[in-house]
């Protein structure tokens, strides 16, 4: 799946596990599906990402205690789950 969004949230995703996973063990799997959407173009698969991304960050929900970065992965994560919805 080829999206900037997709792009940048995969970027980001490896740094902030690292830097926030001891808090957040949640973002092991936000870093996985990441880069399972990155790497698909099958659209029923990337539905189902997108279902488990919203269940595993309760809907984007970004907690009080991270980073810009951080917010910037949600972000960019949540923009391109709204742009596959429009599609």
Do not use: W
């Not at 596990?17 to 659209?43: C, F």
């Amino acid at each position: 799946m080829t999206n900037r969004n997709i792009e940048k949230a995969a970027q980001l995703a490896p740094i902030v596990e690292r830097v926030h996973g001891a808090h957040h063990p949640e973002l092991s799997r936000v870093r996985q599906i990441t880069d399972e959407l990155q790497d698909s173009a099958n659209a029923p698969h990337v539905s189902g990402l997108f279902h488990e991304l919203r269940t595993v960050t309760d809907n984007y929900a970004i907690p009080k205690d991270v980073c810009e970065a951080f917010e910037a992965t949600y972000h960019a994560l949540e923009r391109a789950d709204r742009q596959h919805e429009a599609a």
